[in-house]
Every structure is written in C-alpha cells, then in structure tokens.
C-alpha cells in the first residue's frame, strides 16, 4: 500500500535561492493538496488540484510560489527568492472527492 | 482570524487515564469534523472523523462527542497509552467545494507511563 510520497524529506538553503519540491499522490486519487505547518501551529492550506486544474489557492502563497500538477499525476511546488519566513513543513495531501485526506511526512524547509 | 480554536494546548496524562481535548468552530458552513495524530517528523494521519447529523462517534479508545448547537466538538483517548503521546489536530471543512482542512493549533499530549 503506497502512501504519498514527498521529496526531499529535508531542504536547507541560503536566502534567495530557488527551491523545488515534489509529491506523488496515492494513485488513484485526482485530488491534491499542498499545506504548510510552522512550528507549534495546525497545518495551513496553500492551494488544491482536481486532477491537472489548480482549482484554488491561499492569499498565504505570495507570487514567489508556484504549484504544478501536469497529467494530474505529481505535483511540484517551487518557491522563487526564498525568505526567512518561508522555512516550515510543507505538506502535501491527497483524496478522492469527499473521502479523508492523506499525508505524507512532508518536506521540511530551512532557510539560511 | 481562527476559524476553529483547539484547547488545551497540552495535556499530561498517566496511562490509564482519559485525555480529552477540546475544539469550537465558528463557519456553520462545515460539515465534516476529523482529527489527525502527528508524530514527530511525521505528516499528520486520520484518526477518526464525524459529521454534525450524529452526536457521537466510537472507534476503539476513540470517541468524537460533536454538540452542534454550540458548535463545539471533542475527542476522548480512554485508557490513554504512552503510545498515544503524539500531537492532536482537530480540523473541519465543508464538503462539496474544495474540502480544503481548517486545522486547530494543536494539542500536544503527554501519557507517562
């Protein structure tokens, strides 16, 4: 039973650099959700796919994120000049219309 | 603003004991109340969930009691294990649309052995 995946489990990287990360979804699932978790907070929700259409997004994903999900399979999220306050859990879900969402153990950014 | 508020935001128990942990919503628009266990290092993981037409639910140890008309909701560990120390989010959405999580800030539960 293959949960979701995210890679890389940790980022460390210098203020103003580019990063990208990556999850693949339970396979059959045409819903995908990214989150993001600070330190001693819940989860905050960052934007949503249904299959390949970005059908939502957070005013919290400022112009410097940018999410894809070609085919409707992967989705990367790529954050452009990294800041301090962009260093948290990112977390990515998926689910089929209205059934539970899954986690996976998310990728945990650090910004020098 | 925080749409759903989560109390206490830690809570030591002995094993054996009963941990209960608190949520109050403000969207009446939600439909759909679950809680997630995080462990360290870890995404958070569906424990149990409910909708407002029951008032009640039972899983094992865990039960969600949901009073709508307060809009409040809880989840009761029974015989909490040192096993259960974890971090426990409530969360709520609204079915239909995006069914994007509102989470609570969390509770982080000790259980002592």
């Known amino acids: 039973d293959t949960g979701v995946s995210q890679d890389p489990r940790h980022k460390i990287t210098k203020r103003g650099q580019n990063v990208t990360f990556r999850c693949d979804p339970i396979s059959e699932h045409n819903r995908l959700y990214w989150y993001r978790q600070t330190l001693g907070q819940g989860p905050e929700f960052l934007t949503y796919f249904q299959n390949e259409a970005q059908l939502e997004k957070s005013r919290l994903l400022s112009d410097r994120f940018s999410a894809e999900r070609p085919k409707g399979s992967f989705s990367t999220l790529e954050i452009q000049r990294t800041e301090q306050g962009d260093s948290a859990m990112y977390l990515c879900?998926?689910?089929?219309?209205?059934?539970?969402?899954?986690f996976g153990d998310g990728t945990r950014l650090s910004i020098l | 603003q925080q749409q759903v508020k989560q109390s206490p935001q830690s809570l030591i128990v002995q094993k054996g004991g009963i941990s209960i942990i608190n949520c109050a919503y403000e969207n009446t628009a939600f439909d759909y109340f679950p809680w997630y266990q995080q462990f360290p290092g870890k995404g958070p993981a569906l424990l149990i969930a409910?909708?407002?037409?029951?008032s009640e639910k039972k899983e094992g140890r865990f039960t969600i009691s949901f009073n709508k008309s307060a809009k409040q909701f809880s989840l009761h560990i029974m015989d909490s294990q040192p096993g259960d120390s974890a971090t426990y989010f409530c969360a709520a959405l609204t079915q239909g649309g995006s069914e994007k999580l509102v989470f609570g800030k969390g509770m982080k539960l000790t259980v002592n052995p």
């Open positions: 879900a998926s689910s089929l219309e209205n059934q539970p969402q899954h």
């Open positions: 409910i909708r407002p037409d029951v």
